[in-house]
T-cell receptor, first 114, second 111 residues
Framework: KAGVTQTPRYLIKTRGQQVTLSCSPI?????VSWYQQTPGQGLQFLFE???????NKGNFPGRFSGRQFSNSRSEMNVSTLELGDSALYLC?????????????FGNGTRLTVT | EDQVTQSPEALRLQEGESSSLNCSYT??????LFWYRQDPGKGPEFLFT???AGEEKEKERLKATLTKKESFLHITAPKPEDSATYLC????????????FGKGTTLSVSS
């Protein structure tokens, strides 16, 4: 079974630009979550989508947004990039059917903002 | 505020030297506690889910246990390939799969 696929693997952007990251979940998984990982803050939850609806949202500014398509694929968008947005962005998929359903992570997109 | 704290931040072991990693949590409505392993340049890899105090799970040289306030990841006779960052996370009392992660313990095992 193919794992979670994230594209691109690396991105370099300039302050003020916007960026879109893509995630293809494990086949059959309806829940897709996004996390930001930095050395200082560790892994922090951004948002979760389930069946095309945002189910949960973390404490990030409105510049961070996402969506999920009918085939469960998801995209995350960051507008007006700031230097502090440099991080590893991880996507995770889950069946989401029961409490404690494990999340399966992709290898992330490394975003560098200059 | 829900919080997860892992200790130590870093741990160096000799091959075969058993030890334990700690994850303490302060949360309301624990739905599950998760352990992940993360290798450099990769996403976290799922290891275990624990649901209630007293529960234990094992996989090869790893054993995870859970109490009402903390979880331990015991590593028995580690090998160099066990070197990685081990992350603990909790899922709390709301719908969905959102996890609160600790900052991890980086384990180095030398031969």
């Amino acid at each position: 079974k193919a794992g979670v696929t994230q594209t691109p693997r690396y991105l370099i952007k300039t302050r003020g630009q916007q960026v879109t990251l893509s995630c293809s979940p494990i086949s059959g998984h309806r829940s897709v979550s996004w996390y930001q990982q930095t050395p200082g803050q560790g892994l922090q939850f951004l948002f979760e989508y389930f069946s095309e609806t945002q189910r949960n949202k973390g404490n990030f500014p409105g510049r961070f947004s996402g969506r999920q398509f009918s085939n469960s694929r998801s995209e995350m968008n960051v507008s007006t990039l700031e230097l502090g947005d440099s991080a590893l962005y991880l996507c995770a998929s889950s069946s989401g059917a029961t409490a404690g359903s494990p999340l399966h992570f992709g290898n992330g997109t490394r975003l560098t903002v200059t | 505020e829900d919080q997860v704290t892992q200790s130590p931040e870093a741990l160096r072991l000799q091959e075969g030297e058993s030890s334990s990693l700690n994850c303490s949590y302060t949360v309301s409505g624990l739905r599950g506690l998760f352990w992940y392993r993360q290798d450099p340049g990769k996403g976290p890899e799922f290891l275990f889910t624990l649901y209630s105090a007293g529960e234990e799970k094992e996989k090869e040289r790893l054993k995870a246990t859970l109490t009402k306030k903390e979880s331990f990841l015991h590593i028995t006779a580690p090998k160099p390939e066990d070197s990685a960052t081990y992350l603990c996370a909790v899922q709390v009392g709301r719908a969905g799969t959102a996890l609160i992660f600790g900052k991890g313990t980086t384990l180095s095992v030398s031969s």
